[in-house]
């Protein structure tokens, strides 16, 4: 049994205009102890997923459909009160900008006490200090300064606080949404090392969530590409970068500006998002695709390259010939 | 105005304002004092009798209760209560809006001055508006009333205008200064516009909404103070109010023998300022939460 | 690609340019420290070049940008335009200086006037320098828009803000930035708030604009890829100081400042893929 797996999950906005559609029949699923990418850009739902694996959906989100299987529960239906035995002691998540969660009236340390506490109330004294102790090595904070105000960490230690926080309930799951976007890209390689380190050693799942396709690259074993609600391309961090299918993804890779790959920089010809309020079986990448010849009128559909690389589209002979990473 | 977001964003705001149960009420409870200010035009001219300050019912000498002909009975001259209490809603708009008006306009105006030029300015007119804020406007008007005499309506008006600025102008002093460092400001100052131009055309249209939120309730407290000044016998003797109404209920000794007379300019006064109260709470629901806290702050 | 070995072709330069900001009293010394975000910077900039200034947030950057627009004053030092000093200009100087110099905000929900449609805010920088009469205002207006991909012009005039997308909104401030066509652009982080395929086709953009109108264009960026793409020269400032100039492609290769490589190094990339 896999730790999670989504199945046809749609959610929608209930807006004045109609039902926005920000999360298309995704399916996917994470065993103990793998990584997880979505990247896409703005709007493309990679957040409401994010939001809905917490159960922390706005009040105007509807789940259209799909289920959401964590260590076989359905987390779709869970009420509230259920929601709170499962959120922050087996799911945990790590926001953009968390560091500005911390309390700054409380020391660090105590804190994450609480955190601790809150799920486990009876845990010994000794105990607790154990786990202290095990968690600031992990996210390597110096006992020193465990004590110390939030006021007197760094941007990158408060994150690594977080994380510490973050991990405090031994999480099967972690969701990390833009954990480094507010971060310089020193700090930012230094937090990307830290989740992947303690990622690894206390093999918890993590889905990680960035518009940066090279950050995601960093974390994560697999990755799943976005593109207006939808999976379009998934695959392995090797088949996806190496040897990207779906146009988008290639649109995306090519318009990515990294010091490594400025010779293969193209300008992509993007139009208009599309409208998500309409429910259309249509490729909704048509509009801006280069590639899109007679797809009009036809629906997309997941075509294999690999046992674990898929891509979405109308274009199967496309899809398998490859066109290398251009 | 034919600045289309303006009209975008107040079609927006007065569809949440609608929906919004407090501003629904208010927006009710307000036409109905809307409607009798109107029919105050109107009630003289079916019957002179109906004159709300000269018509005397020549069959009346005492204060009667309500009946077929004065459906809310007279006072103890003869005249329609009914009567006196539809121009006492004209009188509490024109009194209200006026004098609210009157503080917005110079609030805003104090207010986008002293928070776009900042430094000695802005602390010389802060401290001003913190000297009149202390005031206590009621007790002014009846120093001033006592040592002038009986004032006419439009004085008190002013006077209470004048009192009631310092609120408003904090208020878009704050907001002003949030402004003030927003890119769009100094995109402008780089394009080489003028300070005037500047608070003008781009810091104006923004605080304006949060303006005409603090409009309703000085509206609210203008309308009190002229309530309580008529009361206490201060306000203007030619013009019917509703507290002139009050104060000659218990100038002549019926405040326990006449309640058809007492109780309804009483209601109408609560009604009327309670009406614009949730107009207000209705409009900060309105305008954006960070708006809102800022508001608040001032 | 212009270089700049030829003193006279200078367009830009700081010279020992400092600038402290006061920080809050300390409540019992009651002495006001001074924060320095700018120490004692030298910078020349050719004419036509396009400038890279590359540092992490708090290293002074943005601060530098605001200088040369006179947003801000010089603590210490002077800058010179056209050999011209300009700190001290005010009234009709700085008016003249305002309408070669503009500048391009890194956040384009928050540069555009919401109030304004999209002609107001591009009109306004030729009412205030009073260019030209109201029809040929239009028109440069129009064709402006449509220079930076809005186009039909007018099919956006009498749009608003809110009504476009980041990437639009974006667009619409270079319109306003270039329709005085000044000599020198001040772009700060223009694209950091946006997706990926947004950014490259504004750099395209900017590429062209600067091919067309000729402008010399300083570039403030914390991505130094994004700053490779698009300069000729970068320079790397670290904490108010600048701590390396180089041609783009010499400081990627050849780095020698500490920091510098530091940046390269945890520049994101596929690094990991390969």
């Known amino acids: 049994m896999s730790l999670l797996s989504v199945d046809h999950l749609s959610i929608g906005y209930q807006t004045k205009k109609g039902m926005l559609k920000a999360v298309d029949n995704i399916r996917f699923d994470l065993e103990k102890g793998q990584s997880l990418g979505f990247v896409g850009e703005s709007g493309c739902g990679k957040t409401t997923i994010g939001m809905a694996l917490m159960g922390l959906l706005p009040e105007n989100a509807v789940i259209l459909g799909g289920h959401i299987r964590f260590q076989g529960e359905d987390l779709a239906s869970l009420t509230e009160t259920q929601w709170q035995t499962v959120r922050g002691a087996k799911i945990a998540m790590i926001f953009q900008a968390a560091m500005n969660a911390l309390n700054p009236v409380m020391p660090v340390n105590e804190q994450i006490k609480e955190a601790i506490i809150t799920h486990q109330p009876d845990i010994s004294k000794t105990d607790l200090a154990d786990r202290m102790k095990e968690l600031f090595d992990l996210v390597d904070i110096p006992a020193r300064r465990m004590k110390d105000y939030p006021h007197e960490y760094s941007g990158g230690m408060k994150q690594r606080a977080i994380i510490a926080m973050a991990l405090a309930c031994d999480p099967a799951l972690i969701i990390a949404d833009e954990p480094t976007t507010a971060l310089d890209v020193i700090v930012q390689d230094q937090i990307l090392r830290e989740i992947k380190k303690v990622q690894e050693a206390t093999r918890t799942g993590l889905v990680f969530i960035s518009h940066d396709i090279a950050v995601v690259a960093s974390v994560c074993e697999r990755i799943c590409v976005m593109y207006a609600g939808q999976i379009v391309e998934t695959g392995t961090r090797k088949e996806v970068f190496k040897s990207p299918r779906h146009p988008y993804t290639r649109t995306l890779l090519n318009s990515y500006l990294s010091l490594d790959n400025l010779n293969d920089i193209r300008v992509p010809d993007m139009k208009e998002s599309p409208d998500q309020m309409i429910d259309t079986d249509e490729c909704r990448f048509a509009g801006s695709c280069a590639y899109a010849k007679g797809c009009a009128g036809r629906s997309p559909d997941w075509i294999d390259i690999s046992p674990t690389h898929k891509a979405f589209c109308c274009n199967p002979d496309m899809i398998r010939r490859g066109h290398g990473k251009s | 105005m034919q600045n289309k977001y303006f009209w975008w964003r107040f079609y927006k705001g007065w569809r949440i304002f609608i929906e919004n149960p407090l501003g629904k009420t208010g927006v009710i409870i307000l036409s109905v004092f809307m409607i009798m200010a109107m029919a105050s035009f109107f009630v003289p001219l079916i019957d002179p009798m109906y004159d709300p300050m000269t018509g005397i019912d020549p069959d009346i000498k005492l204060s009667t209760g309500p009946g077929l002909t004065h459906w809310l009975g007279t006072d103890n001259v003869g005249r329609d209560i009914l009567a006196q209490l539809l121009e006492g809603a004209k009188v509490a708009f024109i009194v209200g809006l006026s004098s609210a008006f009157f503080s917005i306009v110079i609030g805003t105006l104090i207010g986008m001055i002293a928070g776009y030029t900042g430094g000695i300015i802005d602390a010389a007119l802060m401290r001003f508006a913190d000297i009149i804020m202390v005031l206590p406007s009621l007790v002014i008007l009846l120093i001033l009333a006592s040592l002038f005499g009986q004032f006419n309506i439009w004085i008190i008006v002013f006077i209470i205008a004048i009192l009631r600025w310092p609120a408003v102008s904090r208020v878009i002093r704050s907001q002003t200064l949030s402004l003030k460092h927003r890119p769009f400001i100094e995109a402008s100052r780089v394009a080489g516009a003028s300070h005037v131009r500047i608070v003008l055309r781009h810091i104006m249209p923004n605080v304006l909404p949060l303006a005409f939120l603090y409009m309703t309730f000085r509206v609210t407290s203008a309308i009190l103070v002229e309530a309580s000044l008529s009361f206490l016998g201060f306000g203007d003797p030619s013009q019917v109010s509703w507290g002139m109404m009050l104060q000659w209920v218990w100038k002549s000794g019926h405040m326990f023998q006449a309640p058809y007379w007492l109780i309804p300019p009483g209601l109408c006064i609560s009604l009327l300022t309670l009406a614009f109260y949730m107009l207000g709470r209705a409009m900060d629901e309105v305008l954006d939460p960070r708006l809102r806290k800022e508001g608040q702050t001032g | ?274």
């Open chain 3, 1 to 274: 690609m212009e270089k700049a070995d030829s003193k006279s072709r200078i367009l830009v330069e700081m010279k020992q340019v400092t600038k402290a900001y006061a920080s809050r009293k300390k409540l019992f010394t009651g002495s006001s420290p001074q924060v320095l975000a700018l120490n004692s910077i030298d910078l020349s900039i050719a004419k036509g070049e396009v400038f890279g200034l590359v540092g992490q947030s708090g290293s002074g950057k943005t601060t530098t940008g605001r200088l040369l627009v006179r947003l801000e004053s010089p603590t210490a030092g002077e800058i010179f335009f056209n050999k011209t000093p300009i700190s001290q200009l005010k009234g009709s100087g700085l008016k003249t200086y305002r309408s070669r110099v503009q500048m391009i905000f890194q956040d384009p929900y928050q540069s555009l006037n919401p109030h304004l449609s999209i002609a107001e805010t591009v009109l306004e920088p030729l009412i205030v320098q009073k260019i030209g009469t109201p029809d040929t205002r239009t028109e440069k207006v129009v064709h402006t828009l449509d220079t930076v991909g809005l186009s039909p012009g007018e099919a956006f005039f009498n749009r608003y803000p809110h009504q476009l997308s980041g990437g639009q909104r974006q667009r619409v401030a270079i319109a306003r930035a270039i329709v005085l066509e000044p000599q020198f652009i001040v772009a700060d982080e223009p694209t950091s708030m946006l997706d990926a395929t947004i950014a490259i086709q504004l750099f395209q953009l900017l590429e062209q604009i600067k091919e067309t109108f000729g402008m010399t264009v300083l570039f403030i960026t914390h991505n130094l890829a994004a700053a490779r793409y698009m300069c000729d020269r970068i320079a790397v400032i670290h904490d108010g100081h600048i701590v390396e100039v180089n041609t783009a492609d010499n400081i990627i290769r050849h780095p020698e400042h500490p920091y510098t490589k530091q940046l390269i190094k945890v520049q994101p990339g596929f690094k990991y893929t390969r």
